[in-house]
């Protein structure tokens, strides 16, 4: 009887020591799987970041977005962050450089949308057989010994700055973007000669007015 005892209470013993082992042995377990198992959550996170970014070029590289180099200022040559979307012209950089003058000599200081017409117009005689077949042979065209744009008149064309606005205006409208209604032509009657806004009066269709411009075609 008194070895059955000490037998039983020795069994009881293991048992309890066997326990005991057991959950240090979980403890520990749990306690080197943590580390393990954030590093698998960082991962796992770290490959949907790259699959996204991944996933993003793709998208970019098929609509063809890219960087644009530079729009001119001044004197200088200015770095403008542009993202280039698929444009339905096609300009020379020469051509854009003149784009760029022109609207920002014409439109200095006027909104985005005042920018964006003086370029429709522009391109718009791009697109007409009434007037010559590039940028720049639109912006400098003469009649007559009259140059059609002011400011390559009186020499501001030269010496503008262009803004970053400015540079935004033209890639709406090199994009397609065409809120002038056809528009030709266009003066700022407060501050043209009243014989040419009699022509323009005379001679020409009115569309609206933005800004400090009339439009007409």
């Not at 890639?171 to 032509?185: P, V």
């Amino acid at each position: 009887m008194y070895k059955k005892a000490v037998t039983s209470l020795l069994l009881l013993g293991f048992a309890l020591m066997a326990c005991v082992l057991c959950v240090r042995e979980l403890d520990g377990l749990k306690l080197y799987q943590q580390p393990v198992q954030d590093l698998r959550l960082g991962l796992e996170e770290l490959e949907e970041e790259w699959a996204g970014k991944a996933e993003a070029e793709k998208e970019a590289g098929e609509k063809g977005l890219g960087i644009a180099d530079v729009a001119v200022s001044g004197q200088r040559t200015v770095a403008f962050l542009v993202v280039e979307q698929q444009y339905m012209y096609d300009l020379t950089d020469t051509d854009l450089e003149v784009l760029l003058r022109i609207v920002e000599a014409e439109a200095g200081s006027e909104d985005e949308d005042g920018k964006l017409l003086v370029a429709n117009v522009v391109l718009n005689r791009l697109n007409s057989e009434a007037f010559p077949d590039t940028v720049s042979e639109v912006v400098f065209q003469r009649e007559k010994g009259v140059s059609q744009f002011s400011p390559v008149a009186n020499g501001s064309y030269y010496k503008v700055r262009v803004s970053e606005e400015t540079v935004s205006a033209v890639e709406r409208a090199l994009m397609g973007e065409d809120i002038s209604q056809g528009a030709l032509y266009f003066v700022a009657r407060k501050y043209a000669d009243s014989s040419k806004v009699e022509w323009f009066d005379r001679n020409l269709t009115y569309l609206f007015v933005h800004g400090g411009h009339e439009f007409f075609k």
